[in-house]
């Protein structure tokens, strides 16, 4: 899989249908609108690194158990929110599917070690003219 392309089957996701929350008149008390999501990541056919990335984030959306929950209620058809917590999923997967850059350690450039020092060096100057004044 490329992690361009990186999607999660539809097989792999349990959605359940429940009643969507606040107002709405006798359409949202009667009908189950509202999707939840449940993905398990440990037992998905994602690459290690990715499911790795993906247990590491601090998402509320993701379990101790290492399943992610989203629930989506924002459309009045079920579809419409099946839809919408699978691209919310497909977003989570895509955004640790690039692994991070490495950090490599540089060293300041000669002249900024300069400008540096002289700003140091001005600054020490300016404190010294606080001094008592002698006569």
């Not at 540096?116 to 010294?128: I, P």
């Amino acid at each position: 899989m490329s992690a361009a392309l990186l999607q999660v089957a539809e097989a792999e996701v349990e959605f359940s249908a429940m009643r969507a929350q606040g107002a709405g008149g006798q359409n949202v008390n009667k009908v189950s609108s509202a999707v939840h999501l449940r993905f398990a990541v440990g037992a998905s056919s994602l690459p290690v690194g990715v499911k790795e990335r993906l247990l590491a984030l601090r998402d509320s959306r993701i379990t101790q158990d290492g399943v992610v929950v989203i629930k989506a209620q924002q459309y009045r058809s079920q579809e419409q929110n099946r839809a919408d917590a699978l691209a919310r999923l497909n977003a989570l997967v895509q955004s640790v599917a690039q692994p991070p850059r490495t950090r490599r350690a540089t060293k300041p450039t000669y002249g900024s070690r300069q400008r540096r020092l002289e700003s140091k060096t001005q600054r020490g100057e300016t404190k010294a003219l606080r001094g008592k004044v002698r006569d």
